[in-house]
């Protein structure tokens, strides 16, 4: 099965919100609230920064939020600061064989 | 704190083994499903496999399916991955990761990565 469609890059001016789609089907996405975001800077191990949809683990800021409609899901970032520049990914679970899907990455530029 | 430290990795022929190893510690391991992810140089994130607690549900991607084979030692809080018949392709860092308790599928905490070079 495909990976989960994420645009290649966005980019955002500091203070600005910016939002990163994850489009599935409803074999995963649109039919389970099982959607995850990671953060991995340039060499470093990636960091969960969004779970079961929308739910931010503890010591995540509260800049960040997830959200969910249809077969596309959302990753917005608000305040944008220059540490948030980052490779940003989204997995799904599904119910293929796969069982779980990435999807292919977002690198989000802070102007 | 939660820890997971990776390692086992290294240069393979084509068609060799590699077994990866992933010792955890802060946290009770036997609690946890677990999950190993790679990444090739330049790409995305790729799930590879994933362990129940317990051992008793395994689940591959279709790429290792065959292949590759999962297992753990609860009381040596480890995970394991054994790699066979091992292409070019699978040239990547590997992950541990342990997933978080709520049944979300999420990775909470990752370990450092090891290297694997097929070539």
């Known amino acids: 099965q495909s990976a989960l469609t994420q645009p290649a890059s966005v980019s955002g001016s500091p203070g600005q919100s910016i939002t990163i789609s994850c489009t599935g089907t409803s074999s995963d996405v649109g039919g389970y609230n099982y959607v995850s975001w990671y953060q991995q800077h340039p060499g470093k191990v990636p960091k969960l920064m969004i779970y079961g949809v929308s739910n931010r683990p503890s010591g995540v800021s509260n800049r960040f939020s997830g959200s969910k409609s249809g077969n596309t899901a959302s990753l917005t970032i608000s305040g944008l600061q220059a540490e948030d520049e980052a490779d940003y990914y989204c997995?799904?679970?599904?119910?293929?064989?796969?069982?779980?899907?990435f999807g292919g990455g977002t690198r989000l530029t802070v102007l | 704190q939660v820890q997971l430290v990776d390692s086992g990795g290294g240069l393979v022929k084509p068609g060799g083994s590699l077994r990866l190893s992933c010792a955890a510690s802060g946290f009770t391991f036997s609690d946890y499903y677990m999950a190993w992810i790679r990444q090739a140089p330049g790409k995305g994130l790729e799930w590879v496999s994933y362990?129940?607690?317990?051992?008793?549900?395994?689940h591959y991607a279709d790429s290792v399916k065959g292949r590759f084979t999962i297992s753990r030692d609860n009381a040596n809080n480890s995970l394991y991955l054994q790699m066979d018949s091992l292409r070019t392709e699978d040239t990547a860092v590997y992950y541990c990761?342990?997933?978080?308790?709520?049944?979300?599928?999420?990775?909470?905490?990752w370990g450092q990565g090891t290297v694997v070079t097929v070539s």
């Open positions: 990761a342990r997933a978080e308790l709520s049944g979300t599928y999420a990775l909470d905490y």
């Open positions: 362990i129940s607690s317990s051992a008793i549900n395994l």
């Open positions: 997995t799904s679970y599904t119910t293929s064989s796969t069982y779980v899907l």
